[in-house]
């Protein structure tokens, strides 16, 4: 009932069709009470020998009747019901979606994938157990149980009823101690196959990466331990509902002794015929089947409470980065200016980023660079605005703070290639038309040539159309980063943001790459990398260590300095110099 309150806005929606369906299970249930008295009538005319043959066509034209019309309104109200509770659950996991997509990195960093995916499919299907079964039982139970109960009492015996209700009380307590074990164990089992979700998600994702390291054996081992702890999880669950039904057997035992040991005693006592008494235990086998609905509908609620309590989890957690109330769109201006104090992640106390201020206008190439883990990446996410600024820290976007722009409005502004491009499953079209779905094929296959991919996709059996698997595994790591290049390019967002996005690829095609973007002028470029030659051209180079900047300027400029950007800008230079060099003697 707990449950059901809860979800009582959810039903809300619904009622028609759940008030519809209970009219025709209290139909059923008075439908259900005619074939016993009608059963009962027989017999007691047959012990007096006064039933005739018309008589006896007509009682079962009677019971056939209210067999067909059972038949029509069972149908009815399943259908009714469980057609709710598909679209209630629909709604919840579009709902799920929603929010998950809502949802800032800290979030993710929390919770790992297997785990929501347990979420949206395990936990949902338990509610939509409950929206439909559960619910269906539950009025089933109290409509078909009061319903017998009153035609025991006013049809046949109000005192033999009291007598086979005795041992009622213990069943009802035996069920509710089984209820309070069933949630405690269905939500260990659960969780159990959230990890074991995350188990087989990472192995199959890390495939490549399984087999490299020949870890096909400690996968396999891991795997097996988490998959016998999900077994005998479900099995602690297995335990208690295998209870319900057997102690629901035994009380209605009881209470089968007691109608006929109190019948018999009655019909001694000319209190009751032999019809009523066959009436009776008819009525007494029919209230036997709601009672083990019970049973089983306490073990449909309890796993389906289990699991709304985890979703609740899920949805009372808020985005840490949402608009703030008067956040407006964003403006005309495409000019960034950089005054980071101080940033830290929310789940560590140590600065990744100090003391980084810096300009860049629009139309501008901005280069950064430095060592691996210097906080480069980190930069672009702030100015995504995956997380918030701290200690009086701010970005600007044409004189304006991000965070007073509504984020999809900022995020517009953007077209960012990560260092490990996400390509999903499906055409190279559909991957390279991410950023913006109505794109012509033209505008594709034009954005494809910026990003030096067109004759390669070309090259495939189906071009364009053909098939990439999951994160685009039958393609080069190349190859990703330029199809994800293409996606920026096609967003037509006015600023680039580029993170080491050509470290996969040929000194050959990064030169083409480089060339054309050195074209799109109307853009700003903010380009993280390692390969300290593509920064030759850029208005602006950023070098960072530790989170700070320690060197700025020209390329120029930071040769003069005889610095860190010097020094390594130097040793490339001398390993490409040698690699045009071995090029030419092996030509």
Known sequence: MTLLWK??????????????????????????????????????????????????????????I????????????????????????????????????RMSPAFYHRHTTGDLMAHATNDLNAVEDCAGGGIMTLIDSFIAGFTVLAAMIFVVSGKLTLWILIPFPALIWATSRYGILMHERFGKAQESFSALNEEARETVSGIRAVRAHQLNNRQHRRFHEQSRNTLDANRR???????FIPSVQIFFGLAFVIALMGGAWLIQGNEMTIG??????????????????????????????ASWNRLEKLFAQKPEVTDQPDATEAPASHDLRFAINSFNYPDSERPVLEDIHFNAPAGSFIGITGRTGSGKSSLFRVLLREFNLQDSSSI????????????????????????????????IARNIALSNPDATQAEIEKAAKQAAIHDEIMAFQNGYETLLGEHGINLSGGQKQRVAFARALLADAPILLLDDAFSALDMKTEATILKNLASLHSKTILLITQRLPELIKADHILVIEEGRIVEQGTHG?????????????????RTLQLQDFNQQVSA
């Not at 017999?43 to 009682?59: A, K, P, R, Y």
């Open 7 to 64: 979800m009582r806005f959810i039903l809300k929606a619904y009622w028609k069709q759940y008030l519809l369906a209970f009219v025709c299970l209290q139909t059923v249930a008075i439908l259900n009470q005619l074939p016993p008295w009608l059963i009962g009538r027989v017999v007691d005319e047959i012990t007096t020998d006064s039933l005739t043959g018309d008589e006896l066509w007509m009682i079962m034209a009677g019971i056939l």
């Open 557 to 573: 400029t930071l040769l003069g300095n005889e610095g860190w950007y010097a020094r390594i800008y130097r040793q490339q230079a």
């Open 66 to 101: 209210s067999a067909v019309a059972i038949y029509g309104l069972r149908y009815v109200w399943r259908a009714l019901l469980y057609g709710a509770s598909v679209n209630i659950v629909r709604e919840q996991r579009d709902l799920l979606f929603q929010h998950l997509t």
């Open 276 to 305: 009523m008494l066959t009436t009776f235990t008819l009525y007494l086998g029919q209230l036997l089947s709601p009672m083990m609905q019970l049973g089983w509908q306490f073990s449909i609620f309890q796993r389906g409470s």
């Open 396 to 427: 600007t976007l044409g004189n304006q703070p991000i965070e007073s722009i509504k984020l999809h409005a900022l995020r517009d502004q953007f077209a960012w290639v990560p260092q490990e491009p996400m390509l999903f499953s499906g055409s």
């Open 237 to 243: 669950v297995a335990r208690v509902d295998a209870l």
